[in-house]
């Protein structure tokens, strides 16, 4: 199994930056992407980013492109996003997720198997 802790979220203003962290333990052997996802109150989990976990390939959806990025570090384990020119209509709850020996389109959220508790994130205006 695969266990995932995210951290980094909190209360900016609009046009601040965060960086959240994905660290993952366990059998991360068997994790082939990590996905990032955010849901706000009352919406669908959105697909943010993903990064393939050996490196290689990274997904970033037309929303962010050009204001967020997605990075790794292999030594820790981890996952990063990092998020420059938040909008206010970015408030919500991101999620890291985790694609173990899957398959389907890394874009959406049911083809992972593992999460972590999510961090929130508030961009006020």
């Known amino acids: 199994q695969v266990q995932l802790v995210e951290s980094g979220g909190g209360l900016v203003q609009a046009g601040g930056s965060l960086r959240l962290s994905c660290a993952a333990s366990?059998?991360?052997?068997?994790?082939?992407?990590m996905g990032w996802f955010r849901q706000a109150p009352g919406k669908e989990r959105e697909f943010v980013a993903a990064?393939?976990?050996?490196?290689?390939?990274?997904y970033i959806a037309d929303s962010v492109k050009g204001r967020f990025t997605i990075s790794r570090d292999d030594a820790k384990n981890t996952r990063y996003l990092q998020m420059n020119n938040l909008k206010p209509e970015e408030t919500a709850v991101y999620y890291c997720?985790?694609?173990?020996?899957?398959?389907?389109?890394?874009?959406?959220?049911?083809?992972?198997?593992?999460w972590g508790q999510g961090t929130q994130v508030t961009v006020s205006s």
């Open positions: 997720e985790a694609r173990t020996y899957g398959s389907g389109d890394v874009h959406y959220a049911k083809n992972y198997d593992s």
């Open positions: 366990g059998r991360t052997c068997s994790i082939d992407y």
């Open positions: 990064i393939r976990w050996s490196g290689g390939a990274t």
